[in-house]
T-cell receptor, first 109, second 114 residues
Framework: GQNIDQPTEMTATEGAIVQINCTYQTSGFNGLFWYQQHAGEAPTFLSYNVLDGLEEKGRFSSFLSRSKGYSYLLLKELQMKDSASYLCAVRDSNYQLIWGAGTKLIIKP | IAGITQAPTSQILAAGRRMTLRCTQDMRHNAMYWYRQDLGLGLRLIHYSNTAGTTGKGEVPDGYSVSRANTDDFPLTLASAVPSQTSVYFC?????????????FGPGTRLTVL
């Protein structure tokens, strides 16, 4: 079967750095996405990786290793507004997105 | 309209009733999707449409139907609602013509079936 694993919840301190991991086992691979979802709101797109390596976008970076079936989202200089759920999704061989259950990130002052 | 809109925002429905959730996008995206999101689970695909006039089944299609008469609209119908269909429903769209084919989401419909 297809599976996306992420930690259920993480806690970090304002101003710090946090890394959210995602491991996947899917039938085929055509890209990996990270989305942010604030409570009661829609998911919003953060990043996309299709080749191995690090993609940097301001305070957020995303890393991919296809051989390990592994990605992480790195958030730097954490702000209170970063408190949200972070969703990892992999596009499989049928070009459908398979979603993880999400990681709830709690930021403490 | 900017992006994707969904209606209603929330609804309480008696079991056995018929309900249509509406979704409209103004980005001229060719592909559209319906997901449900339940606590502790990832988003699950119900139905999708790669282009106007075509639809396909996702992971959890039973009890739901869709139509895609034009590019902009993609309604989701529950023919006879059951309590297990209580969920938050998100519509999404993407441009599959090139690039990353990123999906963009509407604000969601919170549905409670009693």
């Amino acid at each position: 079967g297809q599976n996306i694993d992420q930690p259920t919840e993480m806690t970090a301190t304002e101003g710090a750095i946090v890394q959210i991991n995602c491991t996947y086992q899917t039938s085929g691979f055509n890209g990996l996405f990270w989305y942010q979802q604030h409570a009661g709101e829609a998911p919003t797109f953060l990043s996309y990786n299709v080749l191995d390596g690090l993609e940097e976008k301001g305070r957020f970076s995303s890393f991919l290793s296809r051989s390990k079936g592994y990605s992480y989202l790195l958030l730097k200089e954490l702000q209170m507004k970063d408190s949200a759920s972070y969703l990892c999704a992999v596009r499989d061989s049928n070009y459908q997105l398979i979603w993880g259950a999400g990681t709830k990130l709690i930021i403490k002052p | 309209i900017a992006g994707i809109t969904q209606a209603p925002t929330s609804q309480i429905l008696a079991a056995g009733r018929r309900m249509t959730l509406r979704c409209t996008q103004d980005m001229r995206h060719n592909a559209m999707y319906w997901y449900r999101q339940d606590l502790g689970l990832g988003l699950r695909l119900i139905h999708y449409s790669n282009t106007a006039g075509t639809t396909g089944k996702g992971e959890v299609p039973d009890g739901y139907s869709v139509s895609r008469a034009n590019t902009d609209d993609f309604p989701l119908t529950l023919a006879s609602a059951v309590p297990s269909q209580t969920s938050v429903y998100f519509c999404a769209s993407s441009d599959t013509a090139g690039g990353t084919d990123t999906q963009y989401f509407g604000p969601g419909t919170r549905l409670t079936v009693l």
